[in-house]
């Protein structure tokens, strides 16, 4: 499979745990960006790495977020302290950034629910 | 200046029909325009893309059409199916930046 994959597909958590979620890109991209997609709502943008460097980061994105994007290959994004509100699909894409815009793939998603 | 208006926010088609959807943004830096696709519990799926140097994009049943001055893009989707009842979301890109999504169209394609 060639495709984006993230792990797991589902996390159910207890409100003050920390969670870690694990994307792996398309292996030629070398961008990769993590949205937040509540139901009924588009992917809204938390972040994203050229390479292994974090190049923006959302306002969204509290103090209780961290992405890391060690050597520049998967990238993992964890949550601290997590509250009922972080609830929500946690979505990565990877896209080629060159010369050219590529497209940008995403992966199925991991589906936090926080009790 | 960083928003993508989308609408309608749902939209019924009969099978065999011409599925619409419009977006529109503000921002002149975006450069690059993607449609998704989505299944409940599912991740998007890219559907077509233009950039702004062209006026339409067409690939099997569905077509881009971008209007620049208007600052304009929408998807057709010819010959309905209901296979094709998803969520759509256009999305824009300032090149060196991150997609911008809209909020999405909820297609229902009847038999």
């Known amino acids: 499979d060639t495709g984006v994959s993230q792990d797991p597909r589902h996390k159910i958590t207890k409100r003050g745990q920390n969670v870690t979620f694990r994307c792996d890109p398309i292996?030629?991209?070398?961008?990769l960006y993590w949205y937040r997609q509540t139901l009924g709502q588009g992917p809204e943008f938390l972040t994203y790495?050229?390479?292994?460097?974090?190049?923006?980061k959302s306002r969204l994105l509290s103090d209780r977020f961290s992405a890391e994007r060690p050597k520049g290959s998967f990238s993992t994004l964890e949550i601290q302290r997590t509250e009922q509100g972080d609830s929500a699909m946690y979505l990565c894409?990877?896209?080629?950034?060159?010369?050219?815009?590529?497209?940008?793939?995403f992966g199925q998603g991991t589906r936090l629910t926080v009790v | 200046q960083q928003q993508v208006k989308q609408s309608p926010q749902s939209l019924i088609v009969q099978k065999g029909g011409i599925s619409i959807i419009n977006c529109a943004y503000e921002?002149?830096?975006?450069?690059?325009f993607p449609w998704y696709q989505q299944f409940p519990g599912k991740g998007p799926a890219l559907l077509i893309a233009?950039?702004?140097?062209?006026s339409e994009k067409k690939e099997g049943r569905f077509t881009i059409s971008f209007n620049k001055s208007a600052k304009q893009f929408s998807l057709h989707i010819m010959d309905s199916q209901p296979g094709d009842s998803a969520t759509y979301f256009c999305?824009?890109?300032?090149?060196?930046?991150?997609?911008?999504f809209g909020p999405g169209t909820r297609l229902s394609v009847l038999p």
């Open positions: 894409a990877s896209s080629s950034q060159g010369g050219a815009v590529t497209e940008a793939f």
């Open positions: 999305a824009a890109l300032n090149y060196g930046q991150n997609f911008v």
């Open positions: 292996s030629e991209h070398n961008r």
């Open positions: 921002n002149t830096a975006f450069d690059y």
């Open positions: 790495f050229q390479n292994e460097a974090q190049l923006e």
């Open positions: 233009i950039r702004p140097d062209v």
